[in-house]
């Protein structure tokens, strides 16, 4: 079944550890997304991808970085979490048709940075 | 400034009854619309999108409306049900840019109680 995959769902770290978020679709979507989503707050785009070897910053500055080496797989790093980066992070791929972009999410990382 | 407001922020209903939620957007140019449903803890799911010449659109008990003159849209809930708790987040799309830029809103948080 075509889906897309994050891992963890839940993430409890102290500061200044490294960790890599991770997004997965078997959707064969060139298109991919990182959103951070705070409660009550609208989605802020982090990170972005046309496709393999293409990564683009988006609207939020982050101190976070992607990569895409693979058409179905874009993980999200951070260097050294600090306690600012705790939020949710939504990973997306979308589908372009006629209509434009339509987006398909995952279930979301909820990271906390003690 | 391009912006998507939604109203109300959040409702509390009974099951069985019906709802209006309102996307207000000042997205130009335009290229379409569409409403999210956000269950807690995953990621969004589309409902529906509207195009520039479309007025209404059903996907079973959930009915958008679009005015473009007005910038203003509705998406209507008949015959609730619990399962309609979630959020539902307005996602406007322009025509700036060959990915057409979206632009959130921060969602209206539906309760539906027994």
């Known amino acids: 079944e075509a889906d897309i995959y994050q891992t963890p769902r839940y993430l409890v770290i102290g500061t200044g550890k490294k960790i890599t978020l991770e997004c997965s679709q078997t959707m064969g979507h060139d298109k991919m997304y990182w959103y951070q989503q705070d409660p009550g707050m609208e989605l802020h785009l982090i990170h972005y991808s046309y496709g393999v070897n293409s990564t683009e910053k988006g609207d939020l500055s982050s101190e976070s970085t992607v990569s895409r080496i693979r058409t179905e797989h874009f993980p999200l790093t951070l260097e050294s979490a600090r306690p600012s980066h705790t939020s949710q992070y939504l990973c997306?791929?979308?589908?372009?048709?006629?209509?434009?972009?339509?987006?398909?999410f995952g279930s979301g990382t909820q990271l906390s940075v003690l | 400034k391009n912006q998507v407001e939604q109203s109300p922020q959040s409702l509390i209903i009974l099951e069985g009854k019906n709802c209006t939620l309102q996307c207000n957007y000042t997205v130009s140019p335009f290229s379409n619309l569409r409403w999210y449903k956000q269950d807690t803890g995953r990621g969004p799911v589309s409902l529906t999108i509207?195009?520039?010449?479309?007025n209404t659109k059903s996907n079973g008990r959930y009915t958008a409306t679009l005015d473009a003159d007005t910038k203003q849209s509705s998406l209507h809930i008949t015959a609730s049900q619990l399962s309609d708790s979630a959020s539902y987040i307005c996602v406007v799309s322009d025509r700036g840019s060959t990915l057409g830029r979206l632009y959130f809103g921060r969602g209206t948080q539906l309760t539906v109680w027994p």
């Open positions: 997306a791929s979308s589908e372009s048709g006629v209509l434009g972009e339509k987006l398909f």
């Open positions: 509207m195009t520039f010449s479309e």
